[in-house]
């Protein structure tokens, strides 16, 4: 959240309401209707500027690991995007049943369905889905390069993975570049 004031305006020139709270980074959009990030601790005193809705990129994490489960979390918030979690196989189909998401993470290794399972079973509920999953694993990649693919796996990499590699890799998938 916050500490640094926000520039304030007068919200009956400006006809501004906001029905919940913003958390940093958010973006904004001017009566123009261009839309700009806000920097956090801005100075700005631009009166056409209106506040607007969380642009954060959506990811569900899929990680049974408690200790993973944290750093993959605080790695992805660092970077930018707004984390939901899914403890285990079961969980993960009935969070992206309910959520759209821009990126699923996900552990090969899960105990109840497997990382791989989860996967087919995503792509085969929801076939026009470009929503890209990143594998992460434990195993050599060369073991389980083919069933990944074949259950619709974007990439794979191997834990445990490091914050500039991780970032590097979302990028790609959601071209980002």
Same mark, same amino acid.
């Given at each position: 959240m916050?500490?640094?004031?926000?520039?304030?305006?007068?919200?009956? !020139?400006?006809?501004?309401?906001?029905n919940r709270?913003?958390?940093?980074?958010?973006?904004?959009c001017? !009566?123009?209707?261009?839309?700009?990030?806000?920097a956090i601790?801005?100075?700005?005193s631009?009166?056409?500027?209106? #506040?607007?809705?969380?642009?954060?990129k959506?990811?569900?994490?899929? $990680?049974?690991?408690?200790?993973?489960?944290?750093?993959?979390?605080l790695?992805?918030?660092?970077?930018?995007?707004?984390?939901?979690?899914?403890?285990?196989?079961?969980?993960?189909?009935?969070k992206?049943?309910?959520?759209k998401?821009?990126? #699923?993470?996900?552990?090969?290794g899960?105990?109840?369905i497997?990382?791989?399972?989860?996967?087919?079973?995503?792509?085969?509920?929801?076939?026009?889905?470009?929503?890209? #999953?990143?594998?992460?694993t434990?195993?050599?990649?060369? $073991?389980? !390069?083919?069933?990944?693919?074949?259950?619709?796996? %974007?990439?794979?990499? %191997?834990k445990?993975?490091?914050i %500039? $590699?991780?970032k590097?890799?979302?990028?790609?998938?959601?071209?980002? %570049?």
């Amino acid at each position: 959240m916050v500490t640094d004031p926000l520039p304030t305006y007068d919200s009956k !020139k400006l006809n501004l309401s906001i029905n919940r709270p913003i958390n940093p980074p958010f973006a904004y959009c001017t !009566k123009s209707g261009n839309v700009q990030n806000y920097a956090i601790g801005s100075t700005s005193s631009n009166p056409d500027v209106i #506040i607007g809705r969380d642009s954060k990129k959506q990811v569900l994490l899929i $990680e049974d690991t408690p200790m993973l489960q944290k750093i993959h979390t605080l790695f992805l918030e660092t970077i930018g995007y707004s984390v939901t979690l899914a403890i285990n196989g079961t969980d993960a189909l009935e969070k992206y049943r309910a959520a759209k998401f821009d990126l #699923i993470v996900l552990d090969i290794g899960l105990p109840d369905i497997s990382g791989i399972e989860v996967s087919k079973q995503i792509r085969f509920q929801d076939k026009d889905s470009t929503t890209p #999953i990143l594998a992460l694993t434990t195993m050599s990649q060369a $073991e389980i !390069k083919t069933d990944c693919i074949s259950a619709g796996v %974007n990439q794979i990499a %191997n834990k445990p993975i490091l914050i %500039n $590699e991780l970032k590097t890799i979302i990028s790609k998938l959601l071209n980002l %570049n």
